[in-house]
């Protein structure tokens, strides 16, 4: 078959440390144009430490990572800011520069990487901003903010570049539910209008069910991943693990118990 758009990410029998603890190992998936991705599992299970590897931030301890056939942990320089260009990411600290203002946190990735004119820049920057519900906080500086607000910001900076590919850790922790769901409907937008793949991060039931075309379970006892299905088909028919977990009969939160001292044995080197 011709003309089919092929993965975007294609992650092949990664493992992911911290330390030299073994998180998780055997991850292999792909993300594709237009999806919405979301990566699910305990507290302490390797999701952020999963995101910071399909950014590129750490470094496999085994298997690869390549976007759009160009391996992230082998990409020349150049190659990588290529691809940097075309990712937005909200880490779970959505942490803002305090020294600068909202706005210009928003016009930051826009400085470094267009050739925007600051008119331009400043009107895209509120655009964003008003689409996470924000467009009076421009002047504002990043402290005048509640945690929820800060959080939206960090949301506004990621789309600034309207990238194709959105990586978001917890995006709707700690917002109320209507501004959750708000959230949730801006991100089907976005994959609406502009075809963006978005992976996302997120305990959340109702965003798991709202948004997720397919959903990625870490499961922190068995130390790998469950194959991505759509929720809908996990919480009927998957494993009881991921069935418990959508039906919120296991708690996301507190954590399970953290993985042995001594698992990183038998880990790649
Ligand atoms: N830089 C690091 N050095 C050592 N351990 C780390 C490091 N980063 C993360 N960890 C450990 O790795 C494990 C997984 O962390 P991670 O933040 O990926 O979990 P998570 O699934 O995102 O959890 P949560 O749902 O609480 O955000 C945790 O036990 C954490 O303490
Ligand atoms: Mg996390």
């Known amino acids: 078959m011709s003309g089919a758009p092929g ?23 792909d993300i594709h ?24 931030l750490q470094v496999p ?19 990588l800011v290529q691809l940097r260009r075309g990712f937005g990411v909200m880490f779970q600290a959505g942490a803002l520069w305090s020294s600068m203002t909202v706005g210009e946190n928003v016009m930051l990735p826009m400085e470094m990487f267009t050739s925007m ?10 655009s964003h901003l008003a689409d996470v519900g924000l467009a009076d906080a421009f002047e504002l500086d990043p402290a005048a903010l ?18 194709p590919l959105l990586f978001l850790d917890e995006p709707s922790a700690g917002l109320d539910p209507p501004t959750s769901a708000q959230l949730d409907a801006l991100l089907l937008s976005l994959r609406e209008r502009q075809g963006t793949s978005i992976v996302l991060v997120t305990h959340e039931l109702d965003s798991i069910f709202a948004v997720a075309d397919r959903a990625l379970f870490l499961d922190s006892q068995t130390r790998t991943m469950l194959p991505p299905d759509a929720p809908q088909a996990l919480r ?8 418990d977990f959508l039906r919120g009969r296991v708690g996301a939160r507190p954590s399970p118990a953290p993985a042995a001292p001594d698992a990183a044995r038998g880990a790649a080197p």
């Open 33 to 56: 144009p237009a999806e919405v991705l979301v990566i699910m599992g305990g507290s302490g299970c390797g999701k952020s430490t999963l995101l910071r590897h399909l950014v590129g």
């Open 236 to 243: 009927d028919h998957g494993p009881a693990v991921v069935r």
């Open 117 to 126: 004119s600051p008119r331009q820049r400043a009107e895209r920057a509120q």
């Open 146 to 163: 509640s945690g929820g607000m800060r959080k939206r910001a960090a949301i506004a900076r990621a789309l600034a570049l309207d990238p």
């Open 61 to 79: 301890a085994a298997g690869r990572i390549c976007h759009r056939g160009v391996d992230l942990h082998r990409a020349s320089a150049d190659a």
């Open 7 to 29: 993965p975007l990410v294609q992650v092949r029998g990664l493992t992911l440390c911290a330390g030299t603890r073994v998180l998780q190992r055997a991850l292999s998936f």
